[in-house]
Structures are given as structure tokens and as C-alpha cells.
């Protein structure tokens, strides 16, 4: 069974992957490719207007690629505009990921707390009938560290890299013949989504009445006091880090899809409508 120490470990080596993973791309030079792609699907439209041969399969391809490379030389252009707008939208929308961070990590604290208690409980106990309860409280409570860790490799990801996601979301908008244009539009949506949205949780949570930062004593004097804070501090991590997040995260998941769709253009069209006689 892994101790608090084993888990703050873990948790550790997670977050530096999240942050370090990507940093060593820089944004700025992901555009500087993205605007040579865009100019190259330009000129490759250009050239298929230009073929005199009557082939219509080639050809079609003309329009829609001088217009997927004005789109993306649009969007590399407007991209420190995106951000702005971005953090403008979290703004207004209350958006504050230093508060978002503190609640996730004392969250982490909190179930840490209770995993060190109850094992140290069933330590003391060893194996006997008495035990099985405490070893699938154990089991729950390694799955709700679990999944707060995760939660927090993916916000410090998102928080660390928003602008170099929606950079490699343009770059794979300007590749021609429109390879890339869904994961393109799919990566944008997310950065965008997910930065304004992911530190919302805490207040999704309080709108209906979840609290999972509450202060569990860790002070077990008898068997009475270990079940009220089993009671109480279980259905709650069960609400509170499994249902409720997972229900946030398909909303989010939703938007951004919808937010991917919109940048990438559906249906085969772009969100531009450009017409070539």
C-alpha cells in the first residue's frame, strides 16, 4: 500500500511533466512554421488554378486552399489577439487559477489526511474481519488521490502551455490539403475552453452545495468519531471528485468541441466564407 510520502512523490513527478513536457517548444517559432505552411497551401492553391489541364479532382483544390492559407495567415496574425481575448473572457467570467491551484492542492492535503489515518488504523488492526471495511476505504481513497493528481497534471498543463496548445492548434490549421484542420480546431477549442473553464469548478461545485474542502479532524479518539469521518468525508470525495468533476469536465468537453468545430469551420467550409469566380 503506498504511504503519504509515495503519493506526494508521485503527484510531484507528475506536475514537472506537465510543466517541462512541452516548455521547450516556444510558441513563437510554432507560428513562424505555421506561417510557412499557411504561404505554402497558398501557393499550392495557386498552382492548382493554374494547371491547364482539365482535371476538376485537382483542381477544386485550387479555392479551398488560397482560402485555408488566408485563414491560417489570419489566425497567426491574431494569435497575441486570441490570448487577450482569452484571459479577457476569464475575467469576466472569474477566472483565477492561483485560487483554482490552492483548492486542488488542499484538496490533495485533505485526502492525504485521511488515507494516513485510516491506514494507520488498519496498521494497528492487521488482518482481521474487522479490517475488510478499512481496506476498501483505503481503495476508495487511493482512487480519489488518483484523480486529484490527474486533475492537477491537467490544469498545470493547461495553465503552463494555453498559448503554445493554441500555437500547435494553428499549425495544424495551416498543413495543407486540410490534414490537420480538425485536430487543429480540436486543440484550440480545448486550450480555450479549458483555461477559462477548469477554474470554474470550485464554484460549479458550491452552486450545488458540494464541499469537499472541509476540515476532517485527523484526531480518531474512539470507533464513533472514525465512522463520522468516514460518513461524512467518503459520499463526499465520491461527489465531490468523481460525479460532479466528471459531469464539469463533459460540459467543458462539449464547449470546447463545439469552439474546435467553429474555429475549424463544419461541414468542409471554413468559418470565413471566401469565393473564387
Known sequence: MASHRDYSV?????????????????AFEVLSISQDLAALTYFLGTLFMALPIPLYGVKKWG?????????????????????YLVSVIGNQ???????????????????????TVVRGILTIIGFTPL???????????SGFITITGTLIVISQLIYNNVGLLIALGVLMLSLPFRIGRAVGGG???????????????????????VNVIQDFSTNIN?????????????????EG?????????????????GVGSAIAGGYSRLPIQVDFV
Do not use: C, H
Not at 479555392?63 to 490570448?83: A, Q, R
Not at 479490517?131 to 481513497?141: G, I
Not at 469548478?201 to 452545495?209: C, D, I, K, Y
Not at 465512522?227 to 463526499?236: F, G, K, Q, V
Open 241 to 257: 471528485t468523481v460525479i460532479m468533476p466528471t459531469a464539469y469536465l463533459g460540459i467543458l468537453t462539449s464547449l470546447s468541441l
Open 187 to 209: 486543440l484550440m477549442g480545448f486550450a480555450i475552453v479549458f483555461y477559462v473553464g477548469l477554474p470554474l469548478l470550485p464554484a460549479f461545485l458550491s452552486t450545488f452545495g
Open 10 to 26: 508521485r503527484v510531484g513527478v507528475l506536475r514537472g511533466w506537465a510543466v517541462l513536457g512541452v516548455s521547450e517548444l516556444n
Open 93 to 115: 467570467l472569474g477566472t483565477n487559477w492561483p485560487s483554482y491551484m490552492n483548492w486542488l492542492y488542499e484538496l490533495l492535503a485533505n485526502e492525504l489526511s485521511i488515507f
Open 63 to 83: 479555392p479551398k486552399m488560397i482560402s485555408d492559407g488566408i485563414y491560417s495567415t489570419i489566425l497567426v496574425n491574431l494569435y497575441e489577439t486570441i490570448l
Open 131 to 141: 479490517s475488510v471495511p478499512f481496506s476498501l476505504v483505503l481503495t476508495f481513497l
Open 222 to 238: 474512539s470507533l464513533q468519531a472514525l465512522n463520522s469521518l468516514l460518513s461524512n468525508a467518503i459520499p463526499d470525495y465520491i
